[in-house]
């Protein structure tokens, strides 16, 4: 049976140091990002802070995502 993206990412945050990291990036940024969202105004500094993060957790997601991708073969195997 095909393990599923999930269980990778569960797989990944109890045992990569390199993922966890990425998870608590990616964390930081959304935190970060729902902050900046309740404040109403936003000035064009905050904007361009905003894209900016979105821009990086991203960067974080797709890092994460390759992992997954290229750790679900490795788990699947006998």
Wanted: hydrophobic share 35%.
């Amino acid at each position: 049976m095909p393990i599923s993206p999930r269980e990778i990412r569960e797989y990944l945050m109890a045992s990569s140091p390199e993922f966890q990291k990425l998870a608590q990036e990616h964390s930081r940024y959304e935190a970060e990002l729902e902050t900046l969202s309740k404040s109403s105004y936003l000035s064009s500094e905050v904007l361009i802070q905003e894209a900016t993060l979105k821009k990086l957790k991203l960067r974080v997601k797709d890092e994460m995502e390759r992992l997954i991708a290229r750790n679900g073969p490795v788990l699947e195997s006998p």
